[in-house]
């Protein structure tokens, strides 16, 4: 009827083991050796645990994607469609999104749809290169349609996560940063998708007109325009004339705003909080 434990070591695995169901860090190696020693069978289980820690930390991660998005951006941005250096800057694109699915997606339950997105995605832009399809034709279209769902779905990730840590760290501001540019890219295809579906809602410059025959050429200048709309910057380059061009520039505007102020209302909150915690 007693509660005190007769068997240190089998009582201390056994808590070690209650407290490893309980807590959402899975990837504590302290979780088996915090306390008393419990003896071979402990060191075999901690061992175990050490080897199924992630090779980097979730901030070094962000890093090395923020620094292929904005590779990325630079490359987009000069519009290469021409032969070999067009299927370079395709792998380069696809390299990222593997990346970013990577990087930002954690658990069945948020791989396995990201993945169909991704593979469907990574298909259908290589597709183009062996069917000798139009620039102009359907897979352009089906490609600016789940390229945006498969990023939409990452800021999405990224944005419930920056929302549930329990702290600001330099993991979360490079994630919000990188969440940043992954949404320009996800509204650059959209506005692709209105140009093809409604060319006449946008007005162009002469001195821009020949990128839209092109692939490469409308990925770039729409990146570009897709910046231009988030930071609520206007240029008489591309100009939207009516709906639905008009609508879409709209919620890009209101989304760069709103993004950027919930996202520094947020840091501050949790640097506040861990100011009030180390009170």
């Given at each position: 009827g007693s509660s005190r434990c007769l068997a240190p070591t089998a009582c201390t695995i056994r808590w070690s083991r209650r407290r490893d169901r309980r807590s959402p860090l899975r990837s504590d190696p302290d979780i088996f050796v915090r306390g008393r020693r419990a003896g071979p069978v402990n060191s075999v289980l901690s061992t175990a645990r050490v080897v199924r820690l992630p090779a980097l930390p979730r901030r070094h991660k962000y890093?090395?994607?923020?620094v292929l998005l904005l590779v990325s951006i630079v490359i987009q941005t000069y519009g290469l469609h021409a032969g070999f250096v067009g299927m370079?800057?395709?792998?380069?694109r696809t390299v990222l999104s593997v990346t970013i699915f990577v990087v930002v997606f954690r658990g069945a339950g948020e791989r396995v749809p990201a993945a169909m997105l991704l593979l469907a995605t990574v298909a259908i832009g290589w597709a183009r290169h062996f069917t000798g399809g139009s620039d102009h034709d359907a897979l352009a279209l089906a490609f600016n349609v789940l390229s945006p769902l498969f990023l939409w779905t990452a800021v999405a990730v990224i944005l419930r996560d920056l929302f549930r840590t329990p702290e600001a760290g330099t993991g979360n501001v490079l994630?919000?940063?990188?969440?940043?540019?992954i949404a320009a890219d996800a509204w650059t295809g959209i506005n692709i998708c209105i140009f093809l579906l409604a060319p006449h809602s946008f007005a162009f410059d002469p001195g821009v007109q020949e990128m839209l025959g092109h692939w490469h050429g409308r990925l770039a200048l729409f990146c570009y325009y897709s910046f231009a709309q988030m930071t609520t910057l206007g240029y008489s380059d591309i100009t939207p004339v009516r709906a639905p061009a008009t609508t879409l520039?709209?919620?890009?505007?209101?989304?760069?705003?709103?993004?950027?102020?919930i996202v520094v209302s947020q840091f501050v909150v949790l640097a506040q909080r861990a100011s009030r915690d180390s009170a």
């Open positions: 890093k090395v994607l923020l370079l800057s395709d792998a380069f994630g919000a940063i990188c969440g940043y540019l520039s709209l919620l890009v505007a209101l989304f760069g705003m709103f993004y950027t102020a």
